[in-house]
């Protein structure tokens, strides 16, 4: 199983878990995030890429993956991502690299999925 596909697997098993405890709180702000991620003024495909710029500056890796499918899911090409990592790159800096290695052979493994 690769990183990606392992990734993808613990996150549902874990989401369903955090579900199944979940408090009105933690519900709402699931809500929210969902929605955020909706199409609006900016399409949905936009807001994923900037989720993962976000996701790379704060150095999130289980974001940055979560990013990452969302991103492939709705057809971003390499092209896009590697333009949305050098922002990440210029905002959060060199620190970001390790980070910025990972997302690229994680995106390689999703493509390998098609």
């Known amino acids: 199983m690769s990183g990606i596909e392992h990734f993808k697997e613990e996150r549902e098993k874990l ?20 929605k955020v991620y909706e199409d609006g003024a900016l399409p949905a495909k936009q807001k994923e890429m900037l989720g993962l710029v976000a996701s790379l500056v704060l150095r999130c890796d289980d974001c940055i993956n979560y990013h990452l499918v969302q991103c492939h899911r709705m057809g971003v090409t390499e092209a896009e991502i590697i333009e949305a990592m050098d922002v990440g790159l210029i905002v959060g800096g060199s620190i970001t690299i390790p980070h910025i290695r990972r997302a690229i052979r994680a995106w390689q493994e999703l493509e390998a999925e098609r």
Request: proline share 0%.
């Open 15 to 34: 989401a369903e878990l955090m579900m199944s405890k979940a408090d009105t709180g933690m519900k709402r702000f699931l809500n929210l995030d969902t």
